[in-house]
């Protein structure tokens, strides 16, 4: 672990105010999770890589874009660890980063349509963006 | 019992999802209860920031909150979006002190906030408040015949500890408000479960066949037609092109349907 990967597991763990040793590895969260197959990091692989201080694998996962925050992880994790807010924690550390926003401006037009409702735009903005 | 609530919409009735706010407005009307909008509401953001050390992100709804506080009224949404960000603010906002003074030291309020209010989602309201008895006294048009599945998702149910909206993993309170209206609710696995919400915008595929499967177990299980109060769950399955596809409809425009009402709020 570098010194670096260091200082952003601390943040993460400061911001999701989960306890990573907890975790017993049974697997609820990763079969209740809806993105499973979007994930390349899953669920319940998320609190040993910090555990260990793996962040730059978490920091650069698909994971954390990809995890739809619907908390069915962590209304089922027998231990309330809540990996959702594991996730959760590594993209706001990769988004408070310079340049760590995810989703730009200008790819927005061309993906909303007459429908879509401003939540779906709120919500993103507030999850991809800095 | 009075009936006066203060109201908070949000961004999405007002434009895309008006049917959820006008027929919202007019059924509650027509059973007494007067939904009084907020002066000058702040969109709540649509999704509640999690990071444990974020505060900006809040004050919209700690406004809102503050709003229904200082007129003594309960605070009630219909969106399960709005209802989801100012249930989980408000529990901060009662429950976590630097969270607590923080937004407080920014909003400058009168009286400092405390959680002091308490948020409704309009099916409480309809549930505790109203009665469901009532709406079935109150219906004119019984949706006989009509089977109906809830779709909750997500926003509505978790978390549990604090939404307290209902059994997270077994709800039943769409399901007895379909009753009250005569249709015939039916259970279906997936009634829970995420629709894919916000990722509709970048992933539009992973959204659809998220909601493939939500439509194909409401159909095998003998739904006609789905019912949701989220607007983001509404427009991500009827987005949705594949096979299986059921209709979507507000829970208050099956309500306006049952009771009669117009979007004038006229009696048919």
Not at chain 2, 246 to 253: F, G, P, Q, T
Request: hydrophobic letters at 35%.
């Amino acid at each position: 672990m570098t010194k670096e990967e260091a200082n952003i597991r601390e943040e993460v763990l400061l911001i999701s105010g989960c306890d990573v040793s907890r975790c017993m590895k049974c697997g609820k969260c990763s079969a209740s999770c809806p993105a499973y197959d979007e994930f390349d990091i899953k669920p319940h692989q998320f609190a040993s890589y910090i555990a260990r201080g793996d962040m730059n694998a978490l920091m650069q996962s698909k994971t954390i874009w990809n995890c739809l925050g619907c908390f069915a992880c962590v209304e089922r994790c027998p231990r309330d660890v809540r990996p959702g807010r594991l996730i959760d924690g590594v993209r706001q550390a990769a988004m408070r980063r310079r340049g760590g926003s995810h989703l730009q401006p200008e790819d927005i037009p061309s993906r909303i349509d007459p429908d879509t409702p401003q939540q779906l735009l709120m919500s993103v903005l507030r999850r991809e963006r800095k | 019992m009075d009936l006066t609530y203060s109201y908070f919409p949000g961004c999405t009735l007002k434009t895309k999802a008006r049917d959820l706010d006008v027929y919202t407005r007019k059924t509650a009307a027509a059973l007494g209860a007067d939904l009084v909008e907020i002066e000058n509401w702040q969109c709540c953001g649509g999704v509640y920031p999690l990071g444990s050390d974020e505060v900006g992100n809040k004050l919209s709804s700690v406004r809102a909150l503050n709003d229904a506080k200082e007129h003594g009224r309960d605070l009630v949404t219909v969106c399960s979006g709005c209802f989801h960000v100012l249930k989980r603010v408000n529990d901060d906002m009662k429950n976590v002190p630097d969270i607590r003074d923080r937004a407080n030291r920014y909003a400058q309020l009168a009286e400092p906030y405390q959680g002091e209010t308490r948020v409704l989602h309009y099916l409480e309201v309809l549930r505790d408040a109203v009665g469901f008895d009532t709406i079935r006294k109150k219906t004119l048009h019984p949706l006989t015949g009509h089977r109906i599945g809830a779709y909750y998702g997500c926003l509505l149910l978790r978390p549990s500890a604090i939404l307290e909206f209902d059994d997270p993993e077994d709800p039943s309170v769409i399901e007895e408000f379909l009753e009250a209206v005569g249709a015939t609710p039916v259970k279906y696995q997936m009634r829970n479960e995420c629709c894919g919400g916000y990722r509709s915008l970048e992933e539009p595929a992973f959204t659809n066949r998220l909601v493939g499967k939500i439509f194909a177990d409401a159909k095998a299980s003998g739904c006609q037609e789905l019912v949701t109060a989220c607007p983001l769950c509404f427009y991500n399955l009827q987005k949705y092109d594949g096979p299986d596809k059921l209709r979507v409809r507000y829970i208050s425009e099956v309500l306006a349907q049952a009771l009669g009402i117009d979007e004038r709020g006229e009696v048919r």
